[in-house]
């Protein structure tokens, strides 16, 4: 793992955009692995502005989502879908058949969970993984004992992530699904490289033990020191506890 200190987090999320612009400008048909939450947002808006004004294009890549809640239709406002349309692929020149976020509504999700794993691997695999980290150090939405070879799947969700996500339902935690899908450990994994994005302090101690404690399926996210090319990058309050 190579971890960068960036002064704040308009800092650290303005760095990661910057990564995913070299990788896009370097390997334009590549396949990005995209991840959602409020970290995220910023990371997105900086993209929009690099495609904006200096025409960092989208045309040829494509786009894989780690999760999406089960029971909620792509349409819905809650969605990882929406809110994927409204901070990136509205706003960019991506078609929108080359962007994918597991579909929580489906009927057959087991059977959407393989044919997710194929399709990334039809594309050649994930060039770039990006990440965001939860307070109970899950990675896309593998909660503590994901099994560090584990592929797409429905997965419980943790009544700390439930909470931890309650902003995007209006604060109303009945409204929170109990499942998800989500790739992988072992899909993150296999990407060529993962770039971890980490901000404020209310992550710096699960940040520490990502990074400086034991390798552990109690903490998904432990895994990444095992992956031959990880970045992360953190601004000062979650570098706090390092
Ligand atoms: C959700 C997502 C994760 C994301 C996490 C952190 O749980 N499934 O992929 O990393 O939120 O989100 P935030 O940036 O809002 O703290």
């Known amino acids: 793992m190579k971890v960068v200190i960036c002064p704040t987090a308009?800092?650290?999320?303005?760095?990661?955009?910057?990564?995913?612009?070299?990788?896009?400008?370097q390997k334009p048909d590549i396949a990005l692995g995209l991840a959602t939450g409020r970290t995220m947002e910023a990371?997105?808006?900086?993209?929009?502005?690099?495609h904006q004004n200096s025409g960092l294009d989208f045309a040829a890549c494509r786009t894989f989502n780690l999760d999406e809640y089960v029971g909620i239709a792509p349409d819905?406002?809650?969605?990882?879908?929406?809110?994927?349309?409204?901070?990136?692929?509205?706003?960019?020149?991506?078609?929108?058949?080359?962007?994918?976020?597991?579909?929580?509504?489906a009927t057959d999700l087991d059977a959407r969970c393989v044919?997710?794993?194929?399709?990334?691997?039809?594309?050649?695999?994930?060039?770039?993984?990006?990440l965001g980290l939860g307070e109970n150090g899950?990675?896309?939405?593998?909660?503590?004992?994901?099994?560090?070879?584990?592929?797409?799947?429905?997965?419980?969700?943790?009544?700390?992530?439930?909470?931890?996500?309650?902003?995007?339902?209006d604060g109303d935690l009945e409204q929170v699904p109990?499942?998800?899908v989500t790739m992988g450990v072992g899909t993150i994994l296999d990407a060529h490289r993962n770039v971890m994005v980490v901000t404020g302090a209310a992550k710096a101690s699960?940040?520490?033990?990502?990074?400086?404690?034991?390798?552990?399926?109690?903490?998904?996210a432990t895994a990444l020191q095992m992956h031959a090319d990880c970045l992360v990058i953190v601004d000062e309050a979650a570098a706090g506890a390092l």
């Open 43 to 50: 990371v997105y808006a900086h993209l929009v502005q690099a």
């Open 178 to 180: 109990y499942h998800a």
């Open 138 to 169: 899950h990675i896309g939405f593998n909660e503590p004992f994901s099994a560090f070879t584990s592929r797409t799947r429905v997965v419980t969700l943790d009544p700390a992530t439930r909470r931890q996500n309650v902003g995007m339902f």
């Open 76 to 105: 819905s406002a809650h969605s990882y879908r929406t809110y994927m349309n409204a901070h990136l692929f509205s706003r960019v020149n991506i078609a929108l058949e080359a962007t994918h976020v597991p579909d929580g509504a």
């Open 10 to 25: 308009e800092r650290a999320t303005a760095l990661t955009a910057r990564v995913i612009e070299q990788a896009l400008r």
């Open 115 to 130: 044919a997710y794993e194929q399709a990334i691997r039809a594309s050649g695999g994930v060039g770039l993984q990006l």
């Open 206 to 220: 699960m940040l520490a033990r990502v990074i400086e404690g034991a390798m552990s399926a109690c903490i998904s």
